[in-house]
T-cell receptor, first 110, second 110 residues
Framework: DSGVTQTPKHLITATGQRVTLRCSPR?????VYWYQQSLDQGLQFLIQYYNGEERAKGNILERFSAQQFPDLHSELNLSSLELGDSALYFC?????????FGEGSWLTVV | EDQVTQSPEALRLQEGESSSLNCSYT??????LFWYRQDPGKGPEFLFTLYSAGEEKEKERLKATLTKKESFLHITAPKPEDSATYLCAVLIQGAQKLVFGQGTRLTINP
């Protein structure tokens, strides 16, 4: 158990809908990262927050947004969902250089 | 462009048959190289961090080594429970994201 908690574990939704994925980092970790993993793309970095502020941005679509709250939990919002957004979405957290991953939220868009 | 390449894509071994997985990288500046293990449908599990050429880390049947251009994950006398996808990632200087390779899918037959 890495200590990073993600909800929901599984989610099935229709195209055009909006979903929110939630992440609680390890106790004391200020950095939160979001990654997307699909079968043909591997693990792709989306975005990082540090203590509530956006620190780095990767290949995150404009339809996606994230935020980190004062209690350090983070949410990833995915809107206008398309079939191609079906993937595993991972949250990770770190206090130093080592990044620990949660178990992921499996999103299926139908 | 920062790039991480892992080989082979897949490897099938008999129980007890030792081998090595390769991770080659081309980055602007390396802060650290990470190895993770990922089981199907699960989050990546942290194994090792290596920071400088010549460094080695060991854990049970696994040993990771680092040179200036690549890293090896040596697996000695593997068991079926070592079957997983092994991911290599680099943390780049001046950035706050891990860049992952595509992984090596390792299968150990009893």
């Amino acid at each position: 158990d890495s200590g990073v908690t993600q909800t929901p574990k599984h989610l099935i939704t229709a195209t055009g809908q909006r979903v929110t994925l939630r992440c609680s980092p390890r106790s004391g970790d200020l950095s939160v990262y979001w990654y997307q993993q699909s079968l043909d793309q591997g693990l792709q970095f989306l975005i990082q927050y540090y203590n509530g502020e956006e620190r780095a941005k990767g290949n995150i679509l404009e339809r996606f947004s994230a935020q980190q709250f004062p209690d350090l939990h983070s949410e990833l919002n995915l809107s206008s969902l398309e079939l191609g957004d079906s993937a595993l979405y991972f949250c990770a957290s770190s206090a130093g250089n080592t990044i620990y991953f949660g178990e992921g939220s499996w999103l299926t868009v139908v | 462009e920062d790039q991480v390449t892992q080989s082979p894509e897949a490897l099938r071994l008999q129980e007890g048959e030792s081998s090595s997985l390769n991770c080659s990288y081309t980055v602007s500046g390396l802060r650290g190289l990470f190895w993770y293990r990922q089981d199907p449908g699960k989050g990546p599990e942290f194994l090792f961090t290596l920071y400088s050429a010549g460094e080695e880390k060991e854990k049970e049947r696994l040993k990771a080594t680092l040179t200036k251009k690549e890293s090896f994950l040596h697996i000695t006398a593997p068991k079926p429970e070592d079957s997983a996808t092994y991911l290599c990632a680099v943390l780049i200087q001046g950035a706050q994201k891990l860049v992952f390779g595509q992984g090596t899918r390792l299968t150990i037959n009893p």
